[in-house]
């Protein structure tokens, strides 16, 4: 009798649906209006409920808020605001009872201001300034930055200290660059990561995990290249991001997470030039896994989405690593808002990041349909989704935030002209009551940023109740994924017409219409689950549905 081979398990984060918190305003449970852990932990059911499989939790160290705790004066404690570290552990331990995993995010491109080595600097302490990137400035009397580059966030990426030096902050003047080129700042990081991995964390998102290295001697940046300032770009051949450095860095984080049992893995965020650029951070000594933000940038053409799915699979599979697929996140225009205006024809360059256009009014209702049908297919695609909070509630960017409440850096550092990311950070609703819609218990409490009067219409208690609503069909493609997707097999696209998208992995097909008029399904086709109801032999304009064709 011939023996059987049993085949190996493929690891969780292979296959992972993420959900990403960004805690400050996903649960309040101090009821000061600030989301916290105690909120968070509070709605562990909730998450379990919606079924993911893991959460990332955007930056919750202590920290000054220059930008909302991407700035971080202590990368192995926790923000007073937020709770304790105990709470952390504990957090973490109930996650985990609850079979969800926990990401951490970690930020190793710049501290805080108020990080110990940071005033270590300007006090000029012996060695303390050579873990940042300290320079004399240009021209009579160093009144000059040391180089053209320009800050994320607006305006010279160089701040001038007391004594006349320069500091390099790519994103705002609080959040001084590191200087990778100093053993004490790898090994400090190493230790860090070992820190969490040791109370139970299964990973780390990096943030900008393409801007720790700079090139050699910081020379000044192609102007045709630095004149666009955004982060969300590829910028290729700028000397502050995309360095070959990196990759020797990430390969003493990979032999750190290597030492732990189960496995510890990390996600990038990483924007450089295309899929091949991308898939040298997952060789297989270096990251597990990095987002495609190609597919998030992608506008409502389903040749384009055929073109960007195409891509981001073949350049994952060339070195062994899944793709990892995001719609929205805390940065970008959330997806009903980037959906609910005129789409270009192409790949767009800088105009999608947060889907402004002052001549264009937003058709939130379009926007949810396409966003309902985009989700469908993000989740039927191989490999890894991550979902950002309140997309599973179709929730838009809040565009209209009175100017005296805005937070974000990138108000102020560009001159009041960019409004920032503020939008799409609104604290969540949780029930059809009055403000705070239950984000925190105590009622009438101010919510670090405002929510709008329509809040409690999509809130988890309205469409709770609703069968056909957009938190019951992300429970529903969750709940089928596992069984549909997760082990069809490789994309195979179908002959359709130009602006229909439809790929078959196994039995089961994906089918999006992005144009105009309803399309004919396959005949005999069963329809899974769709993105809009009532769908049978035809898929109308701006929906998708999973089929099952024999």
Known sequence: MRSVVPTAEVPWWQTAVVYQVYIRSFADGSEDGIGDIAGLRSRLPYLASLGVDAVWINPWYPSPMADAGYDVADYRDIEPAYGTLADATALIADAHAAGIRVLLDIVPNHTSDQHAWFRAALADEPGARQRYLFRPGRGPGGVEPPNNWQSVFGGPAWTRVADGSWYLHLFAPGQPDLNWDHPEVRAEFEDILAFWFDRGVDG???DVAHGLVKAAGLPDADESVGAAQSLVEDRAGHPAWDQEGVHEIYRGWRAVADRYTPERIFIAEAWVDGSERLARYLRPDELHTAFQFDFLRSPWRAKVLRTVI????KGAASVGAPPT???SNHDVTRTVTRFARSQPGHLVGTDWERGRWADEDPDHELGRRRARAAALVQLALPGTAYVYQGE???LEEV???PDEVRQDPTWAQSGFTDVGRDGCRIPLPWTETDAPYGFSSRPGVVTWLPQPAHWGRHSVQAQERDPDSTLNLYRRAL????????????????DVAADVAAFRRAGTQCWVNTGDR???LPAGAAVLLASTAGVRDELPPDAAAWLKVE
């Open 204 to 206: 780390f998102r990096i």
């Open 392 to 394: 599973e509630l179709a």
């Open 518 to 520: 309803a399309v004919a």
């Open 399 to 401: 565009e209209d935030l």
């Open 310 to 313: 195409d891509d981001a699979i």
């Open 479 to 494: 709940q089928l994924r596992p069984a549909v997707w997760r082990d069809a097999g490789p994309v195979q696209w179908l």
């Open 325 to 327: 697929w995001v719609l």
